[in-house]
């Protein structure tokens, strides 16, 4: 296969560097159609990434601290400040690495048919450090899925070797092992190096959901009749609102509900709504077909499965599903407003699955994720197939949901995967959830996809907190309501 090789070189590496490389990344493996590696590889290269910038700044500390890196108490006395003294200052050790001519580079290549990431940085591995490595490359060996490696109390301090541990499960994942990874160093700069056979096979996302996931999903009931009519009904271009009506005043509880969201703040209406009819005038076709399948499928989920968590999803759900209201409202996207809000409410309905049938996997790892400030999709692709993104849409597929909605549900937390079709629908639910946790200081501007705030046009924090400030305002004006 003859592709250029690329080659990226930056004195160091911020948000927006990550992301270039990221987008380098992407197009290098559409070029030699491994794009299906892209979640597992983007992880290890920006691992790899993010350890050959820190080594660089951790030398600028030392030397700004007058301490000897070479020494390991001065090591563990330098180690300890280092991690608050330069995010405190992160501008500061950005000009000196730029001053002392400091790199780390990153070079993508086909050799010898194999798919070669490889990033440098201008620093020499030291061999306390290299053994270090060492040990916990040993470490991670002995787990063979994230749930393992939960279950037996996973270190996520500084230093632990989590993202190490993180990396080789991707790569058992892809179906490589530890020995593809490697670390070396000679007296100018310190090399980590991946190599992919370009012979490996791909695998399908299906193969990593667990049989007791699919038995579960397939013995959860399809809808009743009445809500397949109204289905039928909001599909046929020649119904009217009275023909819904009729349908909908079968079953009290959903009468109760579409005059709720119909007077709630979303709506914005002057005159408070009492009767069905008014109700489905004001929200309209799409917005009761959303309202239809979210009521119908929460009541399903909780009549099978009576576990306390299910009312926490859907409290997060729903405040997700008012940001991507407000995010579609914002940037003038009327025509899937209401299609994003349904999505959202729809979101996390996977969740519910794994917290019945894993309750202590699944709170560890959102543990791990609001620790790190991680997507839950990295860490559930690694355990023994309990992905919530991918479950949420095989349950959507067997609602026959519209696909729109199945590709939102799949795609929130890998919104590049998506494909241009559905892409704005998933941006904007992927950006709503990050609303969430952004709000609750779990997780950071930096962390965000940066193709995303192109989209919206937030690639500068500054504009990202005022839009934000914008629509949490807007939520706390809605509950004080």
């Known amino acids: ?162 993202g190490i541990i993180l990396t080789t499960l991707m790569l058992r994942k892809i179906g490589l092992d530890e020995n593809v990874f490697n670390v070396s160093a000679n007296d100018k700069f310190t090399e980590a190096k991946v190599t992919i056979p370009l012979s490996l096979p791909d695998k399908e996302e299906e193969d990593f959901i667990a049989e007791t996931v699919k038995k579960e999903i397939k013995e959860i009931p399809q809808f009743p009749e009445h809500i397949l009519e109204l289905e039928r009904l909001l599909s046929n271009p020649n119904s009217n609102f009275s023909d819904l009506s009729v349908v909908i005043n079968r079953d009290p509880s959903l009468i109760a509900d579409i005059i709720k969201v119909a007077n709630s703040s979303l709506y914005m209406i002057t005159n ?38 299910i009312k926490e999803i859907m409290q997060h759900s729903t405040e997700v599903a008012f940001y991507a209201y407000e995010l579609a409202k914002k940037y003038n996207l009327k025509e899937i407003r209401d299609l994003v809000y349904t999505a959202a409410i729809l979101h996390d309905f996977g969740k519910i699955i794994i917290a019945s049938l894993k309750p202590d996997i699944s709170e560890k790892i959102n543990k791990i994720c609001n620790e790190k400030g991680i997507s839950s999709n990295i860490l559930e692709n690694l355990t023994d197939g309990y992905n919530h993104s991918l479950i949420g849409a095989k349950l959507c597929e067997k609602w026959n949901f519209t696909e729109d909605l199945v590709q939102v549900i799949r795609y929130h937390h890998i919104p590049l995967e998506s494909g241009m079709k559905h892409q704005d629908m998933v941006f904007v639910v992927y950006l709503a959830n990050i609303l969430y946790y952004y709000r609750r200081k779990e997780f950071d501007y930096d962390k965000i996809n940066y193709q995303v705030l192109k989209f919206f046009n937030l690639t500068k924090e500054d504009d990202f907190k005022r839009i934000t400030s914008s629509i949490i305002g807007s939520l706390r004006i809605k509950n004080a309501g």
Not at 40 to 53: F, Q, T, W
Not at 116 to 136: A, H, P
Not at 138 to 153: D, I, V
Request: aromatic residues 12%; hydrophobic residues 40%.
């Open 272 to 309: 408070k709504v009492k009767t069905i009819e008014e109700a489905v005038r004001q929200i309209g076709f799409e917005g009761v077909r959303g309202l239809v399948l979210t009521y119908s499928a929460q009541k399903i989920l909780m009549d099978k499965f009576s576990i306390d968590s």
């Open 1 to 162: 296969m003859s592709i250029e090789p690329r080659k990226i070189e930056f004195p160091y590496i911020d948000h927006e560097k990550e992301s270039l490389i990221e987008e380098s990344l992407e197009k290098y493996l559409v070029a030699i159609g491994k794009i299906n590696l892209f979640q597992s590889l983007s992880y290890i290269l920006k691992e790899m990434v993010g350890n050959a910038n820190k080594a660089n700044l951790k030398r600028i500390h030392f030397t700004l601290n007058n301490l000897d890196i070479k020494f390991e108490t001065h090591y563990k006395e330098g180690m300890r400040s280092f991690k608050e003294n330069y995010t405190k200052d992160i501008n500061k050790y950005y000009r000196e690495a730029e001053k002392r001519g400091f790199y780390v580079s990153v070079y993508l290549a086909v050799i010898n048919n194999n798919f070669i990431i490889s990033v440098k940085n201008s620093n020499i591995l030291l061999s306390f450090e290299k053994e270090r490595i060492q040990g916990r490359i040993q470490k991670a060996c002995k787990f063979k899925s994230m749930e393992e490696a939960l279950l037996e109390g996973l270190d996520t301090e500084e230093g632990a070797g989590f």
